[in-house]
T-cell receptor, first 114, second 115 residues
Framework: AQKVTQAQTEISVVEKEDVTLDCVYE???????LFWYKQPPSGELVFLIR??????QNEISGRYSWNFQKSTSSFNFTITASQVVDSAVYFC???????????FGAGTRLAVHP | DAGVIQSPRHEVTEMGQEVTLRCKPI?????LFWYRQTMMRGLELLIY????????DSGMPEDRFSAKMPNASFSTLKIQPSEPRDSAVYFC?????????????FGPGTRLTVL
């Protein structure tokens, strides 16, 4: 069965610090997809990124970057120069069953303090 | 374009009452998903539809829960009778297709409190 582990329950940083959110996944599928979603205090779920199992290229989007390593089954997320607006719960997610079932990790609550 | 629309945003009801949650997916999306978020269990998929047809309802917790999608622009999740342990945030999400890797777009959620 698929499983996503986010070992960090809560992280607290001061603004402008870099922070990395860890994600380890388990799957028996050879083809799979991984995602990151953000849930700000307002409660909605916001899509951040999608990665498929064949593409191990790291990706950078502004202050956000993602490191996908199949060898360690990890899909880590780094925020550079964090800002207060980055405060949210971040979910690492995998997709199975024809990619329709999203398996959510428990989430990491990030608090960025001024 | 409007995103996924859910109503009501908040619902407070008493145990034993019927509760109906509503969802309007993004126009043109043909897959719709219902999720529940609780502190204990996190986010879990309840049921999903493709082209208005339920595909997998294995996540529906009990027979008290039912979901319908009478047309491409509307879905309901009903709980009858409701119980305090049903208190949670219920999210609806839609996606362009079934299968593939398109991301799911989530609605704002309905926060349900059953007293």
């Amino acid at each position: 069965a698929q499983k996503v582990t986010q070992a960090q329950t809560e992280i607290s940083v001061v603004e402008k610090e870099d922070v990395t959110l860890d994600c380890v996944y388990e799957t028996r599928d050879t083809t799979y997809y991984l995602f990151w979603y953000k849930q700000p205090p307002s409660g909605e779920l916001v899509f951040l990124i999608r990665r498929n199992s064949f593409d191990e290229q790291n990706e950078i989007s502004g202050r956000y970057s993602w490191n996908f390593q199949k060898s360690t089954s990890s899909f880590n997320f780094t925020i550079t120069a964090s800002q207060v607006v980055d405060s949210a719960v971040y979910f690492c997610v995998s997709a199975s069953g024809g990619y329709n079932k999203l398996i959510f990790g428990a989430g990491t609550r990030l608090a960025v303090h001024p | 374009d409007a995103g996924v629309i859910q109503s009501p945003r908040h619902e407070v009801t008493e145990m034993g009452q019927e509760v109906t949650l509503r969802c309007k997916p993004i126009s043109g999306h043909n897959s719709l998903f219902w999720y529940r978020q609780t502190m204990m269990r996190g986010l879990e998929l309840l049921i999903y539809f493709n082209n208005n047809v339920p595909i997998d309802d294995s996540g529906m917790p009990e027979d008290r829960f039912s979901a319908k999608m009478p047309n491409a622009s509307f879905s309901t999740l009903k709980i009858q009778p409701s119980e305090p342990r049903d208190s949670a945030v219920y999210f609806c999400a839609s996606r362009l297709g079934l299968g593939g890797a398109d991301e799911q777009f989530f609605g704002p959620g309905t926060r349900l409190t059953v007293l």
